[in-house]
């Protein structure tokens, strides 16, 4: 059973950075595509980075140039690197693992508030 642990949320100012990572088991880490989603108060959950087990990179408009998505298949871990952070990035933070037409796993999620 696929299990995903997320760490690394909490209070930053505007401008601010986060490091959030997630942690992978259950399974065969390298062959899943994974992914970070937000949800905001009184907002549909919504994509924010994916990362292919290749390695290609996709990001939401609001977020390109500011987040990086990584992963390290060794340690079976997906980072969201997340700089010059926004009010409007407040939300909760969820790690995706997901094979394409097969499966699909979520993390608990982590709080990320960015506020002065």
């Known amino acids: 059973q696929v299990q995903l642990v997320e760490s690394g949320g909490g209070l930053v100012p505007p401008g601010g950075s986060l490091r959030l990572s997630c942690r992978f088991s259950g399974s065969s880490f390298s062959i899943f595509v994974m992914g970070w989603y937000r949800q905001a108060p009184g907002k549909q959950r919504e994509l924010v980075a994916t990362?292919?087990?290749?390695?290609?990179?996709t990001y939401a408009d609001s977020v390109k140039g500011r987040f990086t998505i990584s992963r390290d298949n060794a340690k079976n871990t997906v980072t969201l690197q997340m700089n010059s952070l926004k009010p409007e990035d407040t939300a909760v933070y969820y790690c995706?693992?997901?094979?394409?037409?097969?499966?699909?796993?979520w993390g608990q999620g982590t709080q990320v508030t960015v506020s002065s």
């Open positions: 995706d693992a997901r094979r394409p037409f097969l499966d699909n796993y």
């Open positions: 990362i292919s087990s290749v390695g290609t990179t």
